[in-house]
């Protein structure tokens, strides 16, 4: 009798079971929506408190200043030429802002019928939402997820004027679009990119840093790859139409190929200047040391300097580099009002990591109690500028 060997079989493996729906959701938006909600609860509490003078409410606060131009072009559209003053001198009107932003107010009354204030309120809220779950995802792709946590509680909190992104603003949505184009072009997904890049072209001026940081994407995978791929630049392609298309539509309007630079110059003083404007405040205020806004504006400048240099001085993924330093240059490099300097380098994310990769490693009582004091401090003074100085953020 011979025995006859049986073929041999790798033993089987079960694969874990997959997580139920409901877990998978938590562990993508979990923490996102953790935070946005306590944010919330904090902004509007401390803002609540500090509202003061008569007939202002929460929604009057929540819709100020560039607030009421996004909604009165939500409700009734682009003025369809110069604006002058009595005297006849030109100044500023809504064609400075983009039309992203105004189209969401505008959905979101369509399909809610809310009133155009709370329809930009919560136009706000919804690209805020969509910000800091992609954010969470980005960082912890690049980091850690507690390094990922921490950056949310940073962002929607702890930094002065973190408050901007649950105003009726475009700053929440510019940090949507920009964190889903870094996301996507970091999983390689390029025409997601693509079109997330010319979103926020159409966002803001400062779209064109989520452009740069594509950009800068694209070639990373063209080397990477040793040869021309059309995925990544058609992406590039894509993204970089959406600002030139808003500015071209403005000038055709007008009739003035530069209509849209002499707009914003006219009503806001906004011309590159390469930091000259900046660099003679920053002097004069930390020379005189006079109002404690100018003083808490230069300190909180230098600490965005100081964040931005720790965090490119960490090797990383060169395009979020690209995309927070073109934002930082982008802000600094031009004359505008140094009182909106925190707002507009709000959506940066850059300077945010090394002191989110510091409380990542951080003790979790000493991590609690930082996030907290931090967020005490910026939730109030986003409210201290919104209710008690009489300028525009």
Not at 62 to 81: K, M, N, Q, S, V
Not at 193 to 215: C, D, I, M, Q, S
Not at 337 to 342: L, R
Not at 350 to 364: C, I, N, Q, S, V
Request: glycine letters at 8%.
């Amino acid at each position: 009798m011979t025995l006859t060997a049986l073929p041999h079989r790798p033993p089987t493996t079960v694969a874990p079971p997959r997580p139920a729906l409901p877990a998978r959701l938590w562990h993508a938006a979990g923490p996102a929506l953790a935070v946005y909600a306590g944010a919330l609860v904090l902004h509007l509490a401390l803002l609540a408190v500090m509202i003061t003078r008569p007939g202002r409410t929460l929604t009057d606060r929540l819709t100020a200043w560039d607030g009421r131009h996004f909604l009165e072009i939500a409700a009734g559209g682009y003025p369809d030429a110069y604006t002058y003053t009595p005297d006849g001198e030109l100044t500023g009107n809504n064609l400075a802002f983009f039309p992203l932003f105004p189209m969401l107010v505008r959905a979101v009354h369509a399909v809610t019928g809310l009133s155009w204030s709370a329809a930009g309120i919560v136009a706000a809220q919804l690209a805020l939402l969509a910000a800091l779950v992609t954010v969470h995802r980005l960082v912890s792709r690049l980091r850690t997820r507690r390094t990922a946590t921490a950056t949310l509680v940073l962002l929607a909190a702890a930094q002065p004027m973190s408050l901007v992104f649950f105003m009726a603003y475009s700053e929440s949505l510019l940090l949507a679009t920009a964190a889903a184009t870094l996301l996507a072009a970091h999983r390689r997904a390029w025409p997601a990119a693509g079109l997330f890049a010319f979103l926020a072209g159409l966002t803001r001026p400062a779209g064109v840093a989520v452009v740069a940081a594509l950009g800068v994407a694209a070639l990373l995978e063209l080397r990477r790859e040793r040869r021309l791929l059309p995925g990544p630049v058609a992406a590039t392609a894509l993204a970089c139409t959406g600002t030139p298309l808003y500015l071209w539509w403005v000038g055709r309007r007008l009739g003035d190929a530069d209509a849209w630079f002499t707009v914003q110059q006219a009503g806001w003083g906004t011309r590159w200047d390469w930091g000259a404007s900046l660099g003679e405040f920053l002097l004069r205020t930390l020379h005189t040391g006079e109002g404690w806004v100018p003083v808490s504006v230069a300190v909180l400048v230098l600490a965005h300097l100081l964040g931005t240099a720790l965090a490119i001085r960490r090797p990383g993924w060169p395009p979020l580099a690209v995309y927070g330093l073109t934002v930082v240059v982008l802000t600094l490099a031009q004359s505008n009002y140094y009182h909106c300097k925190p707002r507009l380098l709000a959506p940066a994310l850059l300077f945010l990591l090394p002191a989110a990769d510091a409380l990542a490693r951080a003790r979790r009582g000493t991590r609690i109690a930082v996030l907290g004091g931090a967020s005490l401090f910026g939730c109030w003074y986003g409210a201290y500028l919104l209710t008690a100085w009489p300028y525009a953020i």
